[in-house]
């Protein structure tokens, strides 16, 4: 069974552009997490999608956007960028969002704001 | 809200070393604890998990007791190898996703 795919894995962008950022999940899986990987930071929960609903937004500025569509794929959009937006954004999936599910995370994006 | 307190790292040690890597958290109700690896260039995989007290996961020698009496999942392994060398992240989930800061560990030959 394939693994969770990001598109792309690396990206460039200057200040004020913005960025939309890909990933399908595994096959049958309903839920998409996306966090932000910053060596100052860590990791940092954005949001999570379930069947195409928002259930769950962590502490980010409402440049920080997202949606799923029917196929599960899920999108994240980063409006306006700066310089603090260089990151390594994960993308993770599980079957629900339930307590108990494990989450497979993708390879990643990694996006450099110049 | 949730969250996670991890211990510091960078960690080295030698091949065959023993390792605990301390985790402890604070949560309303009751969270599944989570133990995540990740090695350089790479996504993040899960090593092991526990969704109830004294439940014990493991994986690949690793091995992690939820202890809800000392709000702790630390992470243990008898005999650390070169490959073991990676980041290692704690993670607790209920109705809130929290990851611990990441602790680097490094084995040394």
């Known amino acids: 069974k394939a693994g969770v795919t990001q598109t792309p894995r690396y990206l460039i962008k200057t200040r004020g552009q913005q960025v939309t950022l890909s990933c399908s999940p595994i096959s049958g899986h309903r839920s998409v997490s996306w966090y932000q990987q910053t060596p100052g930071q860590g990791l940092q929960f954005l949001f999570e999608?379930?069947?195409?609903?928002?259930?769950n937004k962590g502490n980010f500025p409402g440049r920080f956007s997202g949606r799923q569509f029917s196929n599960s794929r899920s999108e994240m959009n980063v409006s306006t960028l700066e310089l603090g937006d260089s990151a390594l954004y994960l993308c993770?999936?599980?079957?629900?969002?339930?307590?108990?599910?494990?989450?497979?995370f993708g390879p990643g994006t990694r996006l450099t704001v110049l | 809200g949730n969250s996670v307190t991890q211990m510091e790292g960078p960690v080295t040690l030698s091949e065959e070393a023993f390792l605990t890597i301390n985790c402890t958290y604070t949560?309303?109700?009751?969270?599944?604890l989570f133990w995540y690896v990740q090695y350089p260039g790479e996504g993040l995989q899960l090593l092991l998990k526990?969704?109830?007290?004294?439940d014990k996961g493991s994986n690949k020698g690793f091995e992690a007791t939820y202890r809800k009496e000392t709000t702790s999942f630390h992470l243990e392994k008898g005999s650390v190898q070169v490959s073991d060398s990676a980041v290692y992240f704690c993670?607790?989930?209920?109705?809130?996703?929290?990851f611990g800061a990441g602790t680097r560990l490094t084995v040394k030959p």
């Open positions: 999608y379930f069947s195409e609903t928002q259930r």
């Open positions: 993770a999936s599980s079957w629900t969002s339930g307590r108990t599910d494990t989450q497979y």
């Open positions: 993670r607790i989930h209920n109705n809130d996703m929290r």
């Open positions: 949560a309303t109700g009751y969270p599944s």
């Open positions: 526990a969704t109830k007290a004294d």
